[in-house]
């Protein structure tokens, strides 16, 4: 089982990033897709998710507005297109699967820094 991201990095703030999580080794359709985020000496927190087959979205009030989440289940990837950046969200981006039973899934984490 593999969660891969992609697509971190510098940007300045009002900027956009586009991160990408290649999924391998499980049934990609089957599973709600996330993304989570870690600030240091904060605590973990959801970005996004969106469930399998109907789509459903949820955003978390920081991001809500800015954020949008995405999926290909053709190419197992799930996508986060982030925008109007600001400082604060400044944080270490993880992918998440989870199968709504027992089975949870992490990527190992992507930089997402932003300047002021």
């Known amino acids: 089982v593999k969660l891969e991201e992609s697509g971190g990095g510098l940007v300045h703030a009002g900027g956009s990033l586009r991160l990408s999580c290649i999924a391998s080794?499980?049934?990609?359709?089957?599973?709600?897709m996330s993304w989570y985020r870690q600030a240091p000496g904060k605590t973990r927190e959801l970005v996004a998710g969106i469930r399998r087959a109907d789509g459903g979205i949820e955003y978390g009030d920081a991001v809500k507005g800015r954020f949008t989440i995405d999926r290909d289940d053709a190419q197992n990837t799930v996508y986060l297109e982030m925008t109007l950046l600001k400082p604060d969200d400044t944080a270490v981006y993880y992918c998440?699967?989870?199968?709504?039973?027992?089975?949870?899934?992490w990527g190992q984490g992507i930089q997402v820094t932003v300047s002021s």
């Open positions: 080794g499980f049934a990609f359709e089957g599973y709600a």
């Open positions: 998440h699967a989870w199968n709504y039973g027992p089975l949870i899934y």
